[in-house]
């Protein structure tokens, strides 16, 4: 049988990018893409704010040729239009990018979702991307959620079905960028404790050091940590009965941390001759110039783009988070109050900026990361196929508002998806401009976020016992204002029956 050694596909180049296309007939001859199941991968990208004008996020309207009804109010969809001019290519004016990253090949892998609600105010937050809806400004403590839960990212991450085997597993997920964003139980495994913060890393070379550990001698022994604690443990949890309920449950979380710190001990990389990258992301983000510097901004993402490529391939890791707090703008000042807070105003300055910012990011991070997965794994499959790469925004097209969240997509994750696609969930009849901009409507979706988010659990081979938490089909809680208000009324949201459903023309 011919073997494919990993620096075949691997190299150093400054940071740690992808080399070599793949090569068919190199496979054993009984390979074949329809007869092999290929691991699945997931992540997600979000950025501070969002406020981008319909117009300037969405395609156009056009494309929507089709429809459908969902709790009685028609929703549309079609299929994405790619213009290519003057060797830019372009979706929307945010969706567009030199020609030779947005092909025609990539269009087609993508998804633009439009009208997904999260149907009460939870302003300036980043629980809201992925499921932990708790974590909000709390600017408003009368309306809302504060309970904390776990986010899809480690649901995934400690799940036996999108890890029916953690050989190689260096690390189950990564997490990346300005915090705040993963979450999860204090004690995964058992899924208890508190829910709590993952810590964020800032460094390409220590993310690298983490997921490529260099093979020990296979002679070598080492004795388990746990086994050394082990008896000290089960003696001080079960036979002092000063210990009360809280510090045992701290105990049992000490003790999963460690069982997991010893897996990952035992774990070798599936790669070899791994060139270990010469450049740190930090050595851009020391720059005093960076708050305001694009080009220092893509060089940071995109070293961590290579690094979540690469363990993607030798299969090290599965799932990575990105937390993106910069604003890919030569804007100096404050951005929220002088940028963010004005991009309703209908002269359209400060939306311009806007505008050019979240471009920035689609182009230098977003689609940098999906052509990096764009590699085939075997003929006609290509890693990114297996995966969702999914970019979210903090707010819909007003700042604060969580009417219309954007979900831009790439990969199908394994067929789930019908991708090419653009589906607009707004209902058309319900108009929220509340006189903040009257050339900019607002209209609440038909889709709840927490139906998104199950559908992407369900598109990661999760079973609905293992992510629907609260027994209502979709993920993370569900809330609906007892009256209406300024920001919005439950009578708009009556579909809570409908967060397990699969979404009309993407599933």
């Known amino acids: 049988m011919t073997s494919l050694n990993r620096r075949q596909f691997l190299r150093g180049a400054g940071g740690f990018t992808l080399a070599l296309?793949?090569?068919?007939?190199?496979?054993?001859?009984?390979?074949?893409?329809?007869?092999t199941v290929f691991p699945k991968r997931f992540v997600a990208m979000a950025t501070h704010h969002g406020g981008i004008w319909n117009q300037n996020m969405y395609p156009d309207l056009s494309t929507l040729t089709e429809s459908t009804a969902i709790s009685g109010q028609t929703v549309r969809g079609g299929a994405l239009q790619l213009e290519t001019a003057a060797g830019k290519a372009s979706l929307s004016r945010v969706l567009s990018a030199d020609s030779a990253a947005?092909?025609?090949?990539?269009?087609?892998?993508?998804?633009?979702?439009?009208?997904?609600?999260?149907?009460?105010y939870i302003a300036h937050h980043t629980g809201g991307h992925l499921g932990n809806y708790g974590r909000n400004d709390g600017n408003d403590p009368t309306t809302g959620i504060t309970e904390f839960r776990p986010t899809i990212d480690q649901i995934m991450a400690w799940s036996p079905s999108f890890y029916p085997s953690l050989d190689g597993v260096l690390e189950r997920s990564l997490v990346i960028g300005d915090g705040r964003l993963s979450y999860n139980w204090s004690s995964p495994s058992t899924r208890?404790?508190?829910?709590?913060?993952?810590?964020?890393?800032?460094?390409?070379?220590?993310?690298?050091?983490?997921?490529?550990?260099?093979?020990?001698?296979p002679t070598s022994t080492r004795t388990p940590v746990v086994d050394r604690v082990m008896e000290n443990y089960r003696r001080l949890r079960n036979g002092n009965r000063r210990v009360s309920a809280a510090d045992k449950q701290r105990l049992d979380d000490h003790m999963d941390r460690i069982g997991e710190l010893q897996r990952r001990l035992n774990t070798t990389s599936n790669c070899v001759d791994i060139v270990v990258p010469t450049v740190d992301s930090r050595s851009y983000r020391s720059q005093s110039s960076y708050p305001y510097d694009p080009a220092a901004m893509e060089g940071f993402w995109q070293l961590h783009n290579d690094v979540i490529a690469a363990a993607f391939l030798c299969n090290s890791c599965r799932v990575a988070t990105m937390h993106c707090g910069d604003t890919f703008s030569t804007f100096q000042g404050d951005w929220h109050q002088s940028v963010a807070h004005k991009a309703n105003l209908p002269a359209g300055v400060e939306q311009e900026v806007i505008v050019e910012g979240h471009q920035n990011f689609f182009e230098a991070v977003f689609l940098d990361l999906v052509k990096k997965l764009d590699v085939e794994e075997a003929p006609g499959v290509s890693m990114l196929d297996n995966s969702l790469v999914m970019w979210s925004q903090e707010s819909?097209?007003?700042?604060?508002?969580?009417?219309?969240?954007?979900?831009?997509?790439?990969?199908?994750?394994?067929?789930f998806f019908k991708t090419g696609r653009y589906a607009d969930y707004?209902?058309?009849?319900?108009?929220?401009?509340?006189?903040?901009?009257?050339?900019?409507?607002?209209?609440?979706?038909?889709?709840?976020?927490?139906?998104?988010?199950?559908?992407?659990?369900?598109?990661?081979?999760l079973s609905p016992a293992e992510f629907d938490?609260?027994?209502?089909?979709?993920?993370?809680?569900?809330?609906?204002?007892?009256?209406?208000?300024?920001y919005c009324d439950p009578a708009w949201y009556n579909n809570r029956a409908g967060l397990g459903d699969l979404m009309p023309f993407i599933t």
């Not at 508190?194 to 983490?210: K, P, T």
């Not at 819909?396 to 067929?415: E, K, M, R, Y």
């Not at 929220?432 to 988010?453: D, F, R």
């Open 469 to 486: 938490l609260e027994g209502n089909g979709g993920y993370g809680i569900f809330y609906t204002q007892p009256s209406a208000n300024w």
């Open 192 to 217: 208890a404790g508190e829910v709590q913060d993952i810590a964020a890393e800032h460094s390409s070379l220590a993310l690298f050091n983490r997921i490529f550990v260099p093979n020990e001698d």
């Open 102 to 120: 947005l092909t025609s090949s990539i269009a087609e892998k993508m998804m633009v979702l439009q009208g997904i609600d999260v149907p009460w």
């Open 426 to 461: 707004r209902n058309l009849l319900i108009d929220k401009s509340a006189g903040e901009n009257p050339t900019e409507l607002m209209h609440p979706g038909l889709v709840m976020h927490n139906q998104w988010l199950a559908n992407v659990c369900r598109s990661m081979g």
């Open 396 to 415: 819909g097209n007003h700042t604060h508002h969580s009417f219309s969240l954007p979900i831009v997509t790439a990969g199908s994750a394994g067929g």
């Open 21 to 35: 296309p793949f090569l068919p007939s190199l496979l054993p001859r009984s390979a074949s893409a329809q007869d």
